[in-house]
């Protein structure tokens, strides 16, 4: 949707969905919604995508279906996946990743996204985003998951004061110089309560960066560190 708000049934299926990230029902409900309720061929046509993710998350890897319903999802993203992403695609760029889990450790230029049972993992370097999507921005509404590398201390302290986190589900901190006063702000920051998987990757944290998470009021959802 390119308004600046989304109906609120909407907002309300896909708070669900985060909500549940396990269970399929709330999703088949959302795309049962965006099918019958889209303003155009590409809100219709992503409630017929996040249904064919669903349906090849339960495939097993040689079931004889798979194959077609890759076929299908991979059409309907080369041609929508623009107007999916919208304000987005400046800073993900037009190619997903679809198979290696966020290359960004090899180029400094590869941002990529994913579409994960329907909602997006976006992977991007720095915080320069935060001007361009603000959190109240509705296109956060669609992001589960953040992969971020590249940051510093002072991109961590602007990324926890933003509110942004309480969109998602999971984030990911790569290579990053991040000082303690980093870990210290991220600990503090209160949009961490949705957070159920917080990753760090190459040894960025000190002791006391990992104190200070531990001790976190705000993580108690977490499930994966």
């Known amino acids: 949707m390119s308004s600046s708000t989304l109906p609120s049934d909407l907002l309300a299926l896909l708070n669900e969905v985060k909500d549940y990230l396990a269970d399929d029902t709330p999703r088949h409900a ?8 889209g303003r155009d061929d590409s809100e219709r046509a992503r409630g017929e995508f996040i249904r064919l993710q669903c349906q090849r998350a339960r495939c097993a890897p040689h079931d004889p279906a798979r194959h077609e319903i890759e076929a299908r999802e991979q059409h309907l993203r080369h041609q929508y996946a623009p107007a999916w992403l919208e304000v987005w695609q400046p800073w993900v760029g037009n190619q997903p990743d679809l198979e290696e889990q966020w290359a960004l450790t090899s180029s400094p230029s590869l941002q990529s996204w994913q579409f994960e049972r329907g909602l997006v993992r976006a992977s991007l370097r720095g915080v320069r985003w935060l001007d361009d999507i603000p959190s109240q921005h509705h296109a956060w509404a669609w992001i589960d998951a953040l992969d971020l590398a590249g ?14 986190l309480e969109h998602v589900n999971s984030l990911t901190l790569g290579p990053a110089a991040v000082g303690d006063d980093g870990w ?5 920051c209160k949009s961490l309560r949705r957070l159920i998987s917080l990753v760090l990757f190459d040894g960025a944290i000190g002791p006391a960066g ?11 959802n977490l499930r994966t560190l």
Do not use: I
């Open 30 to 37: 959302l795309a049962d919604w965006l099918v019958k309720n």
């Open 151 to 164: 940051l510093t201390t002072q991109n961590v302290v602007n990324l926890a004061a933003s509110a942004v």
């Open 184 to 188: 210290r702000a991220l600990a503090q």
């Open 210 to 220: 990992a104190l200070a998470l531990a001790a976190s009021p705000y993580l108690a």
